[in-house]
Structure formats: structure tokens, C-alpha cells
């Protein structure tokens, strides 16, 4: 039996939420009606799905009234407030922002890793950290036939994770800067133009940034891996979509080359890209606007017992966020 689906996307005008749209019509997900959802400023104009032109509508309590699923993508505050509200209205909601992801009443999934504990849900299902979710696309496979104790490592994150207005910083001050002008700056704290920030979040006591907390808070619910120990530094790139990590994995067992390819190479949605002597590795470039992560310089890490170090790439804005979701759609 084949059924359709009234879709709700909550910031459909934002960097995810168009990436949403294109995902669902690209997946032939069984959509009925779609209700595209933003600010007040955005009410009115028209985005296109399947042809055909969709009006935006503000974002109201009484949205939800006949949604069967709800993706939301328009910050923490905006699910807090109305994913709840939708859940009422017997819609389930997947959440794209970070409202949900440490309730242990609310799944946190990546369909590749812990498809199953989408059955646990309560009307709200979370997806992951988008630096997070490319990273874990390599190190579960691994950890599975290995048993990961520990990483450390380094993010290059796009521009796009911070979103459209960051997208454009970057272009304005691109523009600005080759032209002789001076840069202006309102979304980071510095020039994101031929520079990098080791900045990506807010800073917390310890001196880490909760982005970089993420990885190791929630790789242990999305791995069930409850003494996993995750030790990042993220950091602001001034590229405009696709994040890599470089990661030093320490695992328990004792860990070759030749398993790490054949255990990556069978790993789903992971492309292995792995041929240094042509200048093969993943890049942001090759990975931006592809379903499947990339994971290449593969060496055994000389600093460490039973270590593996890897460079994963992977476009942020799909599998770090509306692809993910869809997904999780697909198995509900
Ligand atoms: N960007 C990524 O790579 C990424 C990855 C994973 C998760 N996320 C999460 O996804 C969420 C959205 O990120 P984004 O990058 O798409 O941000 P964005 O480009 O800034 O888009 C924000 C969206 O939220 C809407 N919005 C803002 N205030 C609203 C309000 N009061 N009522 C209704 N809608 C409102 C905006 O609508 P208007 O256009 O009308 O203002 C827009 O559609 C965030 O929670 C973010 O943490 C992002």
C-alpha cells in the first residue's frame, strides 16, 4: 500500500531548508501537499517543488494542522517552541537544530548507524551535528570491527553550517576585498575571507566550544558507545559548502590498512577516495552537492597504539542535515 504524505519544512528559505526541498522531489519521497514555512518577512514569496510553485507561509502555532511529518530547520528556539505544538497536532517532527539531540526521550540517528532506535521515538526524532554526522560515516564502520576508545581531531567547516547570511558574508567580503575595499564582518567575529577561525560555537568553561563537545556527546548516543572520548578543535574555513575532519582514531583492537579500506569500502554511504600518488583524496569541492561522505589519507597514525588517521569530507547541508532527515522520513 503506497500512501502520501503532507510534509511541513519549518525555515524552508534557509541553507537546509532548501536543501529539503530539492532532497525530497530528488528522492521521490511520497509527498501529498508540502507546506513551506519561514519568518513573517518571507510570507508570500515562492519557492519551486516539483515544478510548480509553493507559497511560503509564516510560521504559526495552528501551522501544523493535517502535517503527517514536520522537518524542522530554523534554529533551537523555533523546534522548542513549535515541534512540541506539532506533535500535538499528530505530526512527528524530525529536528535539525541541537534543541532535541541530548533528551534521551528523543532518538538521535544517522539511518547508516542506528536506524532502529527511530522506533523509539515519541513524535520527535533528532539528527545530528552536521561535523558530527560526516565524521561518523567513517569512524562507525571502523569502530565496529575495531572498537573506537578514542579521536582526536580537526574540523574545516563551511560556511554554509552557520547558514544563507554567512554564505553571503563570505561572497561580500570575497567581492570586497578584490576589488581594494574594505571587508565588512556581522556573522563571525573576524574577517571569514582568506583566513580561518578557530571559533565555530559558543566557548564553554573548559575552553572547548559546545560544537566541539558535540562530537563526543553525541557520537556516544548515536554509536552507543558510552565511553567514547572525542577531543576536537573546529574550526571556521572559508569555504562555501562541505566540511572535512581530520581525525586520529585510537581503537582497542589492533587496526591494519588493508581492513580499514576493505571495511570503509563496504560502508554505506561512504565513498573510499584514497590514491595519493594521482592527488586523489576527498576535497569539499568533489563533495559538496553529494548524497555520500568521502574518506581518504588513510595512514596508520605513528603517534598512537592501534591508531588510524583519515581525512573525511562531506557535504554538510545534505548528509550532515537534509538528507539525513529524509531519511529518517523514508524509514517512519
Ligand atoms: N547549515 C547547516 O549546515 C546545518 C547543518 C545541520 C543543522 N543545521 C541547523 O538547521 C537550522 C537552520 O540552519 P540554516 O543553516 O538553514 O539557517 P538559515 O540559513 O539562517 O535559515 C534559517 C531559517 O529559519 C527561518 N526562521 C528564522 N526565524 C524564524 C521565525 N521566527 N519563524 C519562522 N522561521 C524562522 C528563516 O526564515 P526567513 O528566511 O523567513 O528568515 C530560514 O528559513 C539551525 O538550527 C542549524 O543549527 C544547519
Known amino acids: ?101 541530548m533528551d534521551p526521550d528523543v532518538p538521535l540517528v544517522i539511518p547508516e548507524i542506528n536506524a532502529a532506535d527511530i522506533k523509539k521515538n515519541r513524535g520527535i526524532i533528532a539528527n545530528p551535528n552536521c561535523t558530527t554526522a560526516v565524521t561518523l560515516m567513517a569512524l562507525h564502520p571502523l569502530h565496529q570491527e575495531f572498537r573506537v576508545k578514542r579521536i582526536f581531531a580537526s574540523s574545516y567547516q563551511a560556511v554554509s553550517g552557520t547558514g544563507a547570511q554567512a554564505i553571503e558574508e563570505l561572497r561580500a567580503q570575497v567581492a570586497a576585498i578584490t576589488a581594494g575595499q574594505p571587508a565588512e564582518n556581522k556573522v563571525y567575529p573576524h574577517q571569514i575571507a582568506f583566513n580561518d577561525l578557530p571559533h565555530v560555537d559558543t566557548f564553554l568553561e573548559t575552553g572547548y566550544t559546545k560544537e566541539e563537545m558535540k562530537m563526543q556527546n553525541e557520537g556516544r548516543r548515536i554509536m552507543h558507545h558510552p565511553t567514547f572520548k572525542a577531543s576536537v578543535t573546529c574550526v571556521r574555513v572559508p569555504v562555501y559548502r562541505a566540511h572535512s575532519v581530520a581525525v586520529s582514531a585510537e581503537f582497542e583492537r589492533p587496526v591494519s590498512l588493508n581492513g580499514a579500506r576493505v571495511v570503509l569500502g563496504r560502508a554505506p554511504g561512504l565513498d573510499v577516495v584514497d590514491d595519493p600518488s594521482k592527488f586523489e583524496y576527498p576535497l569539499p569541492l568533489s563533495a559538496a552537492e553529494q548524497d555520500n561522505c568521502q574518506v581518504g589519507r588513510l595512514r596508520l597514525d605513528c603517534a598512537l597504539d592501534n591508531g588510524l588517521a583519515f581525512w573525511v569530507s562531506g557535504d554538510q547541508l545534505l548528509k550532515g542535515a537534509a538528507l539525513n532527515a529524509v531519511q529518517i522520513a523514508e524509514y517512519l
Not at 76 to 90: D, T
Not at 93 to 98: C, E
Open 1 to 101: 500500500m503506497s500512501r502520501n504524505f503532507h510534509v511541513a519544512i519549518v525555515g524552508a528559505t534557509g541553507a537546509v531548508g532548501v536543501e529539503m526541498i530539492k532532497t525530497l522531489e530528488k528522492r521521490a519521497f511520497p509527498v501529498g501537499r508540502l507546506t513551506l514555512l519561514a519568518s513573517a518577512k518571507s510570507a508570500g514569496k515562492t519557492l519551486q517543488f516539483r515544478g510548480e510553485q509553493v507559497v511560503i507561509q509564516e510560521l504559526r502555532e495552528d501551522s501544523f494542522d493535517g502535517v503527517d511529518i514536520a522537518l524542522f530547520s530554523a534554529g533551537g528556539g523555533i523546534s522548542l517552541k513549535f515541534a512540541p505544538l506539532a506533535v500535538k497536532c499528530g505530526a512527528i517532527v524530525v529536528d535539525n537544530s541541537s534543541a532535541f539531540r
